[in-house]
């Protein structure tokens, strides 16, 4: 028995939740799965698994194992990584995550222009909104927006994001600019929501936060959809500074309500702490960050916006 391909073999099991999901994963057939999981049981003389009709249960003694396993496999990943070369020229895949938005208007052009410069490297860069576990799911890098909580992750902050409230200037000639929080009584608004509703939105004033709820006459839940209602006169908007600095850049969209813009959001890299980083990572990360240091830097400058002082 090959007790690397049987480690292999139950923790695919395990991840994909059952016996078939492993036979998929590792093009392997299903009788030789389930004889590699059974060969394993009997090599060590204990239940890992129960088998059911709809999944794989680990028993005690097989969640440790699985525990186990995923730790002895990666070390022998990374030895394979070391003896391959992969230390000495950036080569092989990076699995990147970062928000869909973002990751469309300023990640996905930064992977561009990385894999012209390294053509030895290959990047899966997978978009979504939710906070996937790094660890878990083998991410090598992830670009996470907000406050980061206590880990043992690494992170490089690369800049800041923050809430911008806008409206064509079509919109504002019919309506008037507000330029104070009483001043939005009697507009319209646009907001951002799906199935759940989110309608407070925050502001801040000498430190202070205010939440104003509104009833917006147009939702959409994808911010592409917000910024086309407020574009076409709809109402005001509010979206994240990166979402709206294209629009305030060519003139379709105005900033409005600088002065009692919300605290900002900071941008990191975040990648898991290793004993010796792979060259591609570590040339993965020096390549981004300056990047999307400048991209934020320039986002910031087209979303002007003051904290200090709110205007009368």
């Given amino acids: ?129 939710g906070v996937i576990d790094l660890i878990e799911n083998h991410i090598d890098v992830a670009v996470r927006i907000g406050r980061l909580p206590d880990s043992a992750l690494l992170a490089r902050r690369v800049g800041e994001v923050r809430w911008v409230v806008c409206a064509s200037s079509d919109y504002l000639r019919r309506r008037g600019e507000p330029r104070a929080l009483a001043d939005l009584q009697g507009h319209d608004f646009i907001a951002l929501e799906g199935l759940q509703r989110y309608r407070d939105w925050s502001f801040a004033s000498e430190g202070t936060i205010h939440q104003l709820a509104v009833t917006p006459r147009f939702s959409v839940n994808t911010a592409e959809g917000v910024i086309g209602g407020a574009v076409a006169g709809l109402g005001i908007a509010r979206v994240m500074s990166y979402q709206a600095a294209a629009g305030i850049r060519d003139g379709t969209l105005v900033p409005l309500l600088s002065d009692w813009a919300p605290p900002p959001f900071p941008v990191h890299l975040v990648h898991a702490a290793q004993q010796q980083q792979p060259l591609k990572l570590r040339a993965f990360l020096d390549f981004v960050a300056p990047r999307l240091q400048e991209r934020l830097r320039i986002i910031a400058e087209q979303t002007p916006h003051a904290n200090a002082v709110r205007r009368s």
């Fill in 1 to 129: 028995m090959d007790r690397f391909e049987a480690m292999r073999t139950l923790v695919a099991a395990v991840d994909g939740g059952s016996l078939s999901a492993a036979s998929r994963t590792l093009a392997v057939p299903l009788p030789t799965v389930s004889r590699r999981v059974s060969d394993l049981e009997a090599h060590l003389g204990s239940q890992l698994v129960v088998r059911t009709s709809r999944r794989l249960l680990l028993t005690e003694a097989g969640a440790a194992f699985v525990a186990s396993s995923r730790r002895v496999l990666e070390e022998l990943a990374e030895a394979e990584r070391a003896a391959s070369g992969e230390y000495r020229a950036p080569r092989g895949e990076v699995l990147v995550t970062a928000p869909i938005a973002f990751g469309v208007l300023n990640v996905a052009p930064v992977v561009h222009d990385f894999l012209a410069a390294y053509p030895e490297v290959t990047v899966r860069l997978v978009l979504s909104d």
